[in-house]
């Protein structure tokens, strides 16, 4: 068995993989041995000890035992009993489920090939609901992105060559012409994305690509910046500053899902599930669409500075004028 141990320093990511397959493993059985344990996952003693330390510290808030995972060592043996959220159904959407499944089948390379372990019984049950084979290969589509722009970025960015583009950016529902120098053309979170610094915004930017109505190569080469750090992941996410407007909204229990498609910076139940929350505005556009998708199940409370409570009613009213047209 590969044990990432072995091949150098673990990341945190690995050591979570590790955890995810180590607990339940032990939690089905009777207090197996800490040999037992280590020569299943090829762990060292310390490792494995180690590992169980972490576990002590896993539960939900208030914290209190029953909301913890108890972990027992005694007489060289391990006793896990999981919290009590263990047992409560998960209410999953058929994308949450299948994610699950494919996160799953994942851990194998740690243990969890035997068709007999908790996890395996877990997601077969998980993919039979869903009709489909966990063993089965998963096609996974990214985001619209022509081949021909995809290859003419992928070569800019090989030769330092820069790039004129048309880009429509959706935050401020604009069309504009911009010069970058594209550092990188990559995929993440089903999107394609290019990683450039912008001559028009005088600093790094990430362009997706299904956004790009045309690209032209052109004859002025860059120099790439010394020591510049690739983006994380979410660098295409907006991030709000300290300058940019924050709204109220009320918002009624069939529109709650925002909470967990936005980042909300407070959040408060009231009666009958409705929830008021406070949110950063990166543009007014941004804040219209939001608006007329959430329709009569959200309330425009207040804006700082201050925002007509009616601008919502008003892009709805654009729309339907230009369907009408």
């Known amino acids: 068995m590969n044990d990432p141990n072995r091949r150098g320093r673990v990341t945190a990511g690995d050591r979570v993989r590790r955890l995810l397959s180590v607990v339940p493993w032990i939690a089905a059985r009777e207090g ?10 090829a762990l060292t003693r310390a490792q494995l000890l ?33 919290a009590d959220y263990f047992a409560r159904p998960l209410r999953l959407t058929p994308d949450q489920a299948l994610a699950l499944v494919a996160a799953g089948s994942s851990m194998a390379p740690w243990g ?6 908790p996890l395996a019984r877990g997601l077969a049950k998980v ?18 992105a022509r081949p021909d722009l995809l290859e003419l970025l992928r070569g800019a960015a090989a030769e330092r060559r820069r790039v004129e583009l048309s880009y429509y950016s959706y935050g401020r529902d604009t069309q504009t012409r911009r010069l970058v120098d594209p550092h990188r053309v990559y995929a993440d979170g089903g999107q394609w994305y290019l990683d450039a610094t912008c001559h028009l915004a005088h600093g790094d930017r990430l362009f997706r690509l299904d956004r790009i109505e045309s690209a032209t190569l052109t004859d002025e080469t860059f120099a790439p910046p010394a020591n510049r750090p690739s983006p994380p992941g979410d660098e295409g996410v907006y991030h709000p500053s300290a300058e940019d407007p924050r709204v109220v909204l009320e918002l009624e229990p069939a529109a709650v899902w925002l909470v967990d498609h936005y980042p909300c910076e407070l959040v408060e139940p009231l009666e009958g599930g409705r929830m008021r929350v406070t949110l950063a505005v990166s ?5 219209e669409r939001l608006l007329v998708r959430l329709g009569n199940d959200a309330v425009l409370v207040r ?10 009613r008003r892009a709805a009213g654009r729309i339907l004028r230009r369907y009408r047209r």
């Open 303 to 312: 804006a700082d500075p201050p925002l007509d409570t009616g601008i919502g």
């Open 112 to 117: 969890q090939a035997d068709p007999d372990s």
């Open 127 to 144: 993919a039979a609901v869903l009709g489909i084979d966990a063993e089965s290969a998963l096609e996974v589509r990214l985001g619209e």
């Open 50 to 82: 180690a590992d169980l330390d972490v576990v002590f510290m896993v539960g939900l808030y208030p914290f209190t035992p029953d909301e913890l995972i108890d972990v027992i060592i005694e007489d060289d043996r391990v006793f896990i009993r999981l």
């Open 32 to 41: 197996p041995t800490i040999e037992e344990i280590c020569a299943r996952f």
């Open 283 to 287: 543009a007014p556009a941004w804040l």
